[in-house]
């Protein structure tokens, strides 16, 4: 067998379960640090391994298990073991290979669920929790986080070692919050979620506007943690909003890399998999809840257009209205520039433009670009494209991503036409 197919294969399934071997691991080591080492210590085993042997039957198997004795010999080193370590090191010497076919153990499960609420804390600012779940449920390495936020490795790797000390020191629990602070907790996890997706749908800045390895990382902790929590409608909410936006990836850029705005998208490239995935997921998060919260709101504005054949077929006055819902759950400046879109679809630019100018003093929206770009489109549909030309030529000197730059300027140049 190849060697660069082992590594692929490696790589696949450490991708797949480290999170589950990192979380189990810190069940039994109480400490978040070690327990990547350790992980990553099977990760190396594995390749050594591996590559002479070959891949194992049951390589998710392998792995927890050799990662689990590295652990209890650790731990033996440290003097450490109690009757409790023995048990587990008894079964282990009994029974290499579990029977994963039964699906993801119920302990596991539960490991996995304090992992996520530990790294996601919100003793940790919002560039470290996302780093750090990059890093510990992305199984990503840190020059592959490094890339994605376009950063030095250096700058990745010392913010996640800040991270796991700040943990340490603040004593941080290996637990599910209790009912009195899961809500909170909870919002935490989403955030990193969807801060990490948001980032990844519109890169904040560098050469290309979607970062997809961001967006399918995002995804996949979403699916995990609403498997984990299915009685939370707003995780569900979370999970329908980013398939509803992945829907769209393929008609968002052209070939040549450049933006292309959602009304004039080939709604024909849209995946209609992901649409019903997220048609699935609203419907749960509704079915929980009869109130919506913010990321059921959001999931449900994005299930209007993902049901339109056609951009004249969006319901844009139901859009309106779920916006003005999502300004009393979330009441911010960038839902209220949302509406202002929204309006002037339903209602015609005058109604728009009056919002957004509304907006303009916003000390939050100062360096926002799409502030003065959403004002540009509405001045063009008025007719007053010198003022829409400046506003155009304002959006690109505000944002740091290339394509956009490009198009608003190309946006500019259209109104001296």
């Known amino acids: ?49 591996w590559s002479a042997s070959g891949i194992p039957d049951n390589p998710e198997a392998w792995l927890m298990t050799v990662a689990k004795r590295k652990a209890i010999d650790l731990l033996r080193r440290k ?10 090191a008894y079964e282990l010497d009994t029974q290499f ?19 996520i609420f530990m790294t996601c804390h919100p003793v940790l600012s919002k560039s470290a929790r ?19 936020f376009l950063v030095s490795e250096t700058t990745i790797a010392q913010r996640i070692v800040r991270a796991k000390r700040k943990i340490a020191d603040a004593e941080v629990s290996f637990e599910v919050p209790e009912k009195s602070a899961f809500t909170e907790r909870l919002s935490s996890v989403l955030e990193v979620i969807y801060l990490m997706f948001n980032e990844g749908y519109s890169a904040s800045s560098g050469e290309s506007l979607i970062r997809t390895n961001l967006c399918d990382e995002a995804l996949r902790m979403g699916r995990v943690l609403a498997e984990l929590i299915s009685a ?17 990836f393929q008609a968002r850029v052209n070939r040549d890399g450049e933006l292309i ?37 959001q999931a449900a504005i994005a299930a209007c257009h ?36 929204a309006i002037s679809m339903a209602f015609g630019p005058a109604a728009g433009l009056e919002i957004v100018e ?36 304002r959006a690109a000197l505000l944002t740091q991503n290339k394509q956009e730059q490009e198009f608003l300027l190309k946006q500019a140049k259209a109104c001296l036409e």
Not at 34 to 47: I, S, W
Not at 79 to 88: A, G, N, P, T, V
Not at 275 to 280: A, D, F, L, V
């Open 1 to 49: 067998m190849e060697e660069s197919f082992i590594h692929q294969r490696i790589e696949k399934v450490w991708r797949a379960e480290s999170a589950r071997i990192v979380a189990v691991l810190t069940g039994m080591m109480r400490d978040i640090g070690m327990a990547e080492d350790l992980a990553q210590d099977t990760l190396v085993t594995a390749l050594e391994r």
């Open 79 to 88: 003097k450490l073991l109690d009757k409790k370590y023995e048990h587990i």
């Open 97 to 115: 290979e579990p029977d994963w076919d039964r699906g993801m153990d119920e302990d596991i499960k539960d490991n996995l669920l304090r992992l």
């Open 130 to 148: 996302v780093a750090l779940a990059l890093r510990l449920l992305g199984g990503l390495t840190t020059e592959e986080i490094a890339k994605a």
């Open 232 to 248: 939370e409608s707003e995780v569900h909410g979370l999970v329908a909003l980013m398939e509803f936006q992945a829907s769209r």
């Open 261 to 297: 705005l959602l009304m004039d998208q080939d709604r024909s490239l849209w995946n209609q998999e992901q649409i019903s995935r997220g048609n699935i997921s609203l419907r749960k998060a509704e079915d929980l809840e009869c109130t919506l919260g913010m990321y059921g709101l």
């Open 306 to 341: 993902a049901r339109a054949k056609s951009p004249e077929e969006t319901d844009w006055v139901r859009i309106s209205a779920l916006y003005g819902e999502l300004a009393e759950v979330t009441p911010s400046p960038v839902v209220e520039l949302n509406r202002a879109v």
């Open 358 to 393: 509304s907006l303009m003093s916003e000390q939050a929206l100062k360096n926002y670009h799409l502030l003065p770009s959403i004002k540009g489109n509405f001045l063009v549909k008025l007719g007053r494209k010198k003022e829409a030309f400046e506003e155009f030529q």
